[in-house]
Nanobody
Framework: QVQLVESGGGLVQPGGSLTLSCAASGLSFSSYLMGWFRRAPGKEREFVGAISVGGASTLHPDSVKGRFTISRDNAKNLVYLQMNSLKPEDTAVYHC?????????????????WGQGTQVTVSF
């Protein structure tokens, strides 16, 4: 049974940093593209980053580019999302996801396994 379990969310002040982790089990982790998405209240789920199977390539949308960095550790079956310079509009539930496909990294329909999510709240 495939499980993706996120951790590391919480309350942080604007300008602060958080690192999210996602622990994967039950799948051949190093064969899957890994991504992070977020859903803010009343909004559609939004792509925030993806990383290739070997970790050499990453993709972030303009909304978080330069502030968020995705990385992975295939030896530990972990994927991370380092988030810096956080803004109130980054408040959302953050989900990690796994895709067996090698293209269209930003399309959530390509991801077949999802975690339950971790809440990130950016506020004073």
């Amino acid at each position: 049974q495939v499980q993706l379990v996120e951790s590391g969310g919480g309350l942080v002040q604007p300008g602060g940093s958080l690192t999210l982790s996602c622990a994967a089990s039950g799948l051949s982790f190093s064969s899957y593209l890994m991504g992070w998405f977020r859903r803010a209240p009343g909004k559609e789920r939004e792509f925030v980053g993806a990383i290739s199977v070997g970790g050499a390539s990453t993709l972030h949308p303009d909304s978080v580019k330069g502030r968020f960095t995705i990385s992975r550790d295939n030896a530990k079956n972990l994927v991370y999302l380092q988030m810096n310079s956080l803004k109130p509009e980054d408040t959302a539930v953050y989900h990690c996801a796994a895709s067996p496909y090698g293209s269209n990294w930003y399309i959530e329909g390509n991801y077949i396994y999802w975690g339950q999510g971790t809440q990130v709240t950016v506020s004073f």
